[in-house]
């Protein structure tokens, strides 16, 4: 597991960290205590991570509660939605897609948007390995270039290898991080 300065610095390649205290919070609800961690040990500001097709975005504390709208509360009447647990945080997007902090279980789940009903499924173990294992894919990313694809636009070989050692790195296996790059459209295993 990365320590908070390498996780600090994987994700200063991408956007600023900077501590951030409680008092950054606008939401109208404690936010669960290993959220507020990560924002005063790691603290991504506003970070927009490179992905293959759509970037990641991690937003700051203080822009945290706007990313409820649409997930936790109807944007146009302000109105609590009945599908979304109380222990679920939106805490990065891809596309609209949310990355949930399970307050339940401490784990962020992946769910789609637009398919009716929410059924988010269980990705990373915990806000750390989300945000590292994020930042590594957007640094080969960043580091490819051009040359991430083939004609057919189809994540080059070494590329794919290069995300799932960084991952892996994260997760500790490499079965998990085949599935992580899997469900994040890297591959079709």
């Not at 501590?19 to 936010?31: A, C, E, T, Y």
């Not at 504390?61 to 936790?72: K, M, N, P, S, T």
């Not at 979304?84 to 789609?112: C, H, Q, R």
């Not at 057919?152 to 050692?165: M, N, R, S, V």
């Amino acid at each position: 597991m990365a320590s908070d300065s390498e996780l600090r610095e994987l994700l200063s390649l991408h956007g600023e960290v900077a501590s951030q205290g409680p008092d950054g919070w606008k939401g109208p609800f404690s936010l669960p205590e290993p959220v507020l961690e990560f924002y005063r040990s790691i603290g991504p500001v506003s970070i927009s991570i490179e992905g293959y097709g759509n970037p990641y975005y991690l937003p700051s504390l203080a822009e945290l509660w706007d990313f409820q709208v649409g997930y936790r509360v109807d944007g146009n009447t302000g109105e609590r939605l009945d599908d979304w647990l109380d222990s679920w945080t939106v805490v990065a997007v891809e596309a609209g897609d949310p990355f949930i902090f399970d307050a339940s279980s401490g784990k962020v789940l992946l769910a789609v948007h637009g398919q009716g009903s929410w059924d988010p499924y269980p990705l990373f173990p915990d806000l750390r390995t989300m945000a590292g294992s994020l930042a590594a894919i957007g640094r080969v990313v960043v580091d490819a270039g051009a040359d991430l694809c083939d004609d057919d636009c189809f994540i080059q070989e070494q590329h794919l290898e290069a995300a799932l050692k960084h991952v892996q790195s994260f997760l500790g296996s490499e079965t998990k991080a085949l599935e992580v790059l899997s469900i994040l459209g890297w591959s079709e295993d």
